[in-house]
């Protein structure tokens, strides 16, 4: 079964500064998608970000980029001039299509990030 | 303007009651599911249809019956609410079951059962 872990239950960043936030996962797949979600206090789950397996390229969205390590089944998210705006849980996710099913997300148990001024 | 809605936002109700979440979406999406949010905020898939048929059902109690009437709508209908069904349920709708699709989540219907 696909697994998702994120090790750091809670990260701090400074204003301004650049924060790292860890995933992991467990797949025997050699085709899926990654993903960061971002969960802010009003519990609206937003996109945050992509990677497809096959693309060796890692993705970025403006101040967000991605370190994705295919061998190491590594898919860390760089949240770059953190703001204020940015304080919320992050969850990683996986989705692949396991020959006779259904593909599903499965989600990481979420980084808590907060930006201090 | 909202593209998935659900109703209601907060239920709070008694043990052993029955109680429906609705879901709509606007975006002409063909594929929708459930999710539940644990209060450790863990989240996982509960349901997931596509085109009105049922192709993902987790490991539920068959007290949670998910019914989709249209496309746009997905609704959950649950049975003999117990304690444990405390959380924040989530409905999401993608474009197509696609390995890359965005998922668009709704604002989530925190349910608490006394």
């Known amino acids: 079964a696909q697994t998702v872990t994120q090790s750091q239950p809670e990260m701090s960043v400074q204003e301004a500064e650049t924060v790292t936030l860890s995933c992991t996962y467990d797949?025997?797949?050699?085709?899926?998608?990654l993903f960061w979600y971002k969960q802010p206090p009003s519990r609206q789950m937003i996109l945050v970000i992509r990677?497809?397996?096959?693309?060796?390229q890692n993705a970025t969205e403006n101040r967000f980029s991605v370190n994705f390590q295919k061998a190491a089944k590594s898919f860390s998210l760089k949240i770059s001039d953190s703001q204020l705006g940015d304080a919320a849980m992050y969850f990683c996710?996986?989705?692949?299509?396991?020959?006779?099913?259904?593909?599903?997300?499965?989600f990481g148990t979420g980084t808590r990030l907060q930006v201090t001024l | 303007d909202t593209a998935v809605s659900q109703t209601p936002k907060y239920l709070v109700t008694q043990m052993g009651n029955d109680k429906s979440i609705k879901c709509e979406q606007n975006?002409?999406?063909?594929?929708m599911y459930w999710y539940k949010q644990d209060s450790k905020k863990f989240l996982k898939i509960m349901f997931s249809?596509?085109?009105?048929?049922?192709?993902i059902n987790e490991t539920v109690p068959n007290r949670f019956s998910p019914k989709s009437p249209d496309k746009a709508h997905l609704n959950l209908h649950i049975n003999s609410l117990e304690l444990g069904d405390s959380a924040v349920y989530f409905c999401?709708?993608?474009?197509?079951?696609?390995?890359?699709?965005?998922?668009?989540f709704g604002p989530g219907t925190r349910l608490l059962v006394l």
């Open positions: 999401a709708s993608s474009p197509s079951e696609g390995l890359g699709e965005t998922q668009y």
């Open positions: 797949t025997s797949e050699s085709d899926y998608y």
């Open positions: 990677q497809e397996a096959y693309k060796q």
């Open positions: 996710a996986y989705r692949s299509f396991p020959a006779g099913t259904a593909s599903k997300l499965t």
């Open positions: 975006l002409g999406h063909d594929t």
């Open positions: 249809y596509n085109n009105k048929e049922l192709i």
